[in-house]
């Protein structure tokens, strides 16, 4: 039992490398989502899977799927057991969806999609909710205690990765506001290291003054 479990263990920290990898490798945020979903179907033999985010208005969304319909992810897109910026949000396993009050007004559409149980599971960033993992299964089930570890520790990953590229893409814009409002302005920037001596001006700044 105990060289089983080693395997096990074993078999999980590879998973985690993998993704590890696979992210760090990603030039695009659809790249990481598909590398968590990867990362699933192999560590935990989950074929149906899905991961969704908060957009801007407030909204959680679909972001990358496996094994659900478009008919589905329309009609269910926009629930969730947590508010945006919720703190302490805990993983939350259905092993039977026709039991669950809260799942009700959705169970016909769930049933069509033959989903018999599935798990919630918080992508959380400095504390607060960001979005989450979902886990569907055929058959009413729970999960297991480790694979539900996995879970949680591959949703860090991804809520890392996904706002810090969410971090360079606003400053990205932030940046291109910037040049856009000292070009119409005939203004320009310039960095003085004093460390180095040494003077960095931006293009706009160079070419007005020489």
């Known amino acids: 039992m105990r060289v ?7 078999s999980r920290l590879a998973v985690c490398l993998q993704l590890a990898t696979a992210i760090g490798r990603s030039t695009t945020l659809d790249e990481i989502f598909e590398a968590a979903l990867d990362g699933i179907a192999e560590g935990l033999g989950i074929r149906r899977a899905a991961v969704l985010l908060f957009d801007a208005d407030g909204v959680m969304r679909f972001k990358a799927s496996r094994g659900i319909s ?5 009609a269910v897109e926009g629930h969730t057991p947590w508010k945006r910026g919720e703190v302490g949000a805990q993983s939350i396993i259905v092993p039977d969806v026709t039991a669950d009050p809260g799942l009700s007004p959705f169970l016909p559409t769930i049933r069509a999609e033959q989903i018999a149980a599935m798990a919630f599971i918080p992508l959380v960033l400095a ?6 993992f979902m886990l569907y299964f ?18 860090a990953q991804v809520s890392f990765a996904a ?12 940046q291109g506001r910037l040049e856009f409002a000292l070009e119409a302005a005939n203004m320009g920037t310039w960095d003085w290291d004093l460390r180095t001596n040494s003077i960095r001006w931006s293009e706009n700044l160079e070419r007005l003054h020489g």
Do not use: C, H, M, W
């Open 4 to 10: 089983v479990n080693q395997v096990r263990e074993s």
């Open 163 to 174: 706002e810090g590229f969410r971090a360079q893409i606003k400053a990205a814009e932030n």
């Open 70 to 74: 478009e008919s589905y992810r329309n």
């Open 127 to 132: 504390g607060g909710v960001i979005g989450k």
């Open 138 to 155: 055929d058959l009413p089930q729970t999960v297991d205690e480790d694979d539900l570890r996995l879970a949680e520790l591959i949703g």
